[in-house]
């Protein structure tokens, strides 16, 4: 049982880049590689905003109408 759960726990390490990194070594390449990621995570906030319609204009109005024939 302690096998399995240090196997597991190695696996769940090498997964999340604690043992192996995740990302490259040379600058360059690194560089690109988190402007990928970040772009990725940049659109978060306006796919958030479509989808609750925050972005829609408020249809109540400021003053009070009648609402009848005058």
């Not at 796919?47 to 204009?57: A, M, Q, S, T």
Request: contains cysteine; positive net charge; proline residues 6%.
């Amino acid at each position: 049982m302690k096998r399995f759960l240090w196997i597991t726990v190695l696996l769940a390490s090498l997964s999340a880049g604690c043992v192996l990194p995740i990302y490259s070594a040379s600058p360059d390449v690194r560089a690109r590689q988190l402007i990928y990621v970040s772009e990725g995570l940049r659109h978060i906030n306006e796919i958030w905003e479509r989808i609750w319609g925050l972005e829609l204009p408020d249809l109540a109005t400021p003053y009070r109408t009648h609402g009848g024939v005058i």
